[in-house]
């Protein structure tokens, strides 16, 4: 462990520990395997961001890093795993009986979804909710990148306040409301109901939570 620098933090890593895993907090014990760092960070980078603490098991107990090579690890998840590249910070710091923990510090993505390679060969993009990293809900990603001008060829949407649209809102205002059954309560077809969610979330009037294991779209308002 010689050739890992660290800074002093004992007490700064365990007042940390004391919080848990939340929703901007997520312990890795091993990291020898990148893309399950990369689902974290790519989870971070598409919500508000967070930190890894990394040598540190899910039960808060510390075991430390092992070396430098623990690093590499970190930056080859978020250089070569997320899609686009996602810039990160880490820090080592002395946890105490010989241990490193690696703080890893993930920033909100300024354009998003942040994706990873999976072994499929398929790109997923992540969400952190609560101590989770989630599967984004593929209307999700969609608002995301109309949000932050992946798709300038898409048509303008036009909010009217008799439309198809204001019946969505409507309805998402009383209560979270899954894509499937909006379309049954507003009489119309699915494709048209996730066109009118895309942009309603993309317009910043409505979002996704994850409610009782599944995707909702609720009003920005509640």
Request: with cysteine.
């Amino acid at each position: 462990m010689k050739d890992l620098k660290a800074v002093k933090g004992r007490y700064y890593i365990s007042r940390l520990i004391e919080e848990g895993e939340h929703e901007h907090q997520d312990f890795k014990f091993a990291i020898s395997d990148a893309r399950k760092i990369a689902r974290s960070i790519s989870a971070f980078a598409n919500n508000d961001g967070g930190r890894l603490l990394i040598g540190v098991k899910d039960n808060g107990a510390i075991a430390g890093v092992r070396n430098e090579e623990d690093i590499f690890v970190v930056e080859q998840a978020a250089t070569m795993f997320c899609e686009p590249e996602v810039p990160i910070q880490v820090t080592a710091f002395a946890a105490g009986e010989g241990h490193i923990v690696l703080r890893v510090d993930i920033t909100r993505a300024i354009t998003r979804p942040v994706t990873v390679k999976e072994l499929d060969g398929r790109r997923r993009a992540y969400y952190r909710v609560k101590d989770e990293n989630i599967v984004a809900h593929p209307l999700m990603v969609e608002a995301w990148r109309i949000a932050d001008g992946h798709n300038p060829d898409r048509q303008p949407f036009v909010l009217s306040s008799d439309g198809p649209e204001n019946q969505i809102l409507t309805h998402i205002e009383r209560e979270p409301t899954t894509p499937q059954r909006l379309a049954i309560l507003s009489h119309l077809s699915q494709s048209r109901t996730n066109d009118i969610i895309v942009n309603l979330c993309a317009m910043g009037l409505a979002k996704f939570s994850y409610i009782d294991g599944i995707f909702k779209v609720t009003h920005c308002g509640i």
